[in-house]
């Protein structure tokens, strides 16, 4: 019964936080994370080519077609050499790639991987006249990863590249 009355008569104890010393610490936090965030090595360019910048001017005023040949030679690449990168369209390597092809002048060559793509343009870039440029062009419905990664092995092999249409959408 001691204790009992005991506990009844003591006063609650009231806890207080030190706010100040977290606030100081918080912002000294966030002027470490501030001062030493590089967005550049978040974020990449990627050269790219595109068509040289000209005035198509249709023969049919009236009725301009795009896809005529004169808009066909306005906007093609000067590049050698095309990666045609095609992708499975359904089951569960839909939208990664699926095969890769190299066409050239003397024409189409597989490769297996990435790695054989960088060391097949190495080779096939001493024959070339247009040692700078390359032209990609993937399926539609291939991942954008995909992409990047069949950028990345271009430009490993010294290329700036650029792209064509997909080859599966009709009318290409």
């Known amino acids: 019964m001691t204790t009992r009355a005991h506990r009844e008569h003591d006063k609650p104890v009231k806890v207080e936080i030190p706010i100040t010393a977290m606030l100081d610490m918080s912002f000294q936090m966030l002027i470490f994370f501030i001062m030493n965030f590089n967005p550049s090595d978040l974020e990449g360019q990627m050269d790219m080519a595109l068509p040289a910048k000209t005035e198509a001017v249709s023969k049919e005023k ?27 369209r359904d089951g569960p390597n839909k939208g990664l790639t699926s095969q890769l092809v190299v066409r050239d002048k003397s024409g189409d060559t597989t490769i297996p991987n990435l790695e054989k793509l960088t060391a097949h343009l190495n080779n096939a870039k001493d024959q070339l006249s247009n040692k700078d440029e390359i032209k990609i062009e993937a399926d539609s419905q291939l991942r954008w990863s995909a992409v990047v990664e069949v950028m990345d092995a271009c430009r490993k092999a010294g290329f700036t590249t650029g792209f064509g249409p997909p080859p599966d959408l009709p009318g290409q």
């Open 62 to 88: 009236e009725n301009p077609d795009p896809k005529s040949s004169d808009a066909e030679e306005d906007t093609k690449l000067p590049a050698d050499l095309t990666v045609l990168v095609r992708t499975d």
